[in-house]
Nanobody, 125 residues
Framework: QVQVVESGGGLVQAGGSLRLSCAASGRTFSSYAMGWFRQAPGKERESVAAISWNSGVTYYADSVKGRFTISRDNAKNAVYLQMNSLKLEDTAVYYC??????????????????WGQGTQVTVSS
């Protein structure tokens, strides 16, 4: 059974930083893209960042470019999201997901098929 578990969320002041972690288990994920998505209260889920199986390609939403960095450690079946210069509008539940296709990568939610339960990130003024 595939499990995806996020951690590292919390409360941070605007301008601060947080690092989210995601651990996947149940099978080997080293051939699949991994991604981060988020959903704020009353809003649609949106893509944040994605990384290819070998870390060779990364995609970011325009709203987080230059502030967030996605990385992965295939030996640990883990993916990370370093979030710097956090803004109030970054407040959301952040979800980690595993890509559906081997060796593919995109920011499209339908291209991901295993999702975690989410971790709350709250940015205060």
């Amino acid at each position: 059974q595939v499990q995806v578990v996020e951690s590292g969320g919390g409360l941070v002041q605007a301008g601060g930083s947080l690092r989210l972690s995601c651990a996947a288990s149940g099978r080997t994920f080293s051939s699949y893209a991994m991604g981060w998505f988020r959903q704020a209260p009353g809003k649609e889920r949106e893509s944040v960042a994605a990384i290819s199986w070998n870390s060779g390609v990364t995609y970011y939403a325009d709203s987080v470019k230059g502030r967030f960095t996605i990385s992965r450690d295939n030996a640990k079946n883990a993916v990370y999201l370093q979030m710097n210069s956090l803004k109030l509008e970054d407040t959301a539940v952040y979800y980690c997901a595993v890509g559906r296709l081997r060796f593919g990568v995109s920011l499209r939610a339908p291209d991901f098929d295993h999702w975690g339960q989410g971790t709350q990130v709250t940015v205060s003024s």
